[in-house]
């Protein structure tokens, strides 16, 4: 089961930041928050992710809550090809993900 | 070059049969995995597997079997296939990092369809 909860659905205007919020509340304290996505037909793939402290990267950013309970994926200037649905997953020690139901993300002209 | 690539990408059989999906990984990466993507889009790990040790979903059926020739490739086998096996199979890596922990490099996917 996934320990995590996220929107089914969100749109966004191309050129926009597009947010994209995840509610974790039982995370413990060595668990990572990881995000990955999965555009139509493909594999996913490996977007950002931390542990406590705000991360970036090419890609995206990924604020965490103080608690720890929550983070939000931030792409900053979401294009066309960024639609697809985006899995925010909280990692056991033994490395298998666990995927939910993910957002999926529509970004619009 | 193609960091995780499986074959075939399709693959369509009869019910009763049995069959193997192949994955290789030219990353270098300890662990490898393979995932399925029911028809409702969900995604569950199947099997995660490096030299010493090969972690099982427990929700897994035994027809299914990982074998690995070598650290590089990580075939799934099928035996006696069903109805409900048809679904797109994920191969996948990473390198272990201190805990256990690393980013996972996802194949394309191969979609198999049980008539």
């Known amino acids: 089961d996934a320990k995590t909860t996220q929107p089914p659905s969100m749109d966004c205007a191309e050129g926009r930041a597009a947010n994209l919020p995840c509610n974790h509340s039982t995370i413990s304290g060595n668990e990572y928050v990881y995000w990955y996505r999965q555009i139509h037909s493909q594999g996913p793939q490996y977007i950002i992710h931390g542990l406590k402290n705000n991360e970036t990267n090419e890609m995206a950013s990924l604020i965490i809550t103080e608690d720890r309970k929550s983070s939000t994926l931030i792409l900053p200037h979401a294009t066309l090809r960024d639609t697809a649905v985006y899995y925010c997953i909280v990692i056991n020690a033994g490395n298998m993900l666990t995927f939910g139901g993910g957002t999926r993300l529509m970004v619009k002209p | 070059d193609t960091a995780v690539s499986q074959t075939p990408k399709y693959l369509v059989t009869q019910m009763g049969n049995d069959k193997s999906i192949k994955c290789e990984q030219n990353?270098?990466?300890?662990?490898m995995y393979w995932y399925k993507q029911d028809s409702k889009k969900f995604l569950k790990i199947m099997f995660s597997?490096?030299?010493?040790?090969?972690?099982i979903n427990e929700t897994v059926p035994n027809r299914f079997s990982p074998k690995s020739p070598d650290k590089a490739h990580l075939n799934l086998h099928i035996n006696s296939l069903e109805l409900g096996d048809s679904a797109v199979y994920f191969c996948?890596?990473?390198?272990?990092?201190?805990?256990?922990?690393?980013?996972?490099?996802f194949g394309p996917g191969t979609r198999l369809t049980v008539t």
């Open positions: 996948a890596s990473s390198q272990n990092l201190a805990g256990g922990l690393g980013e996972q490099y």
């Open positions: 597997y490096n030299n010493k040790e090969l972690i």
């Open positions: 990353l270098g990466h300890d662990t």
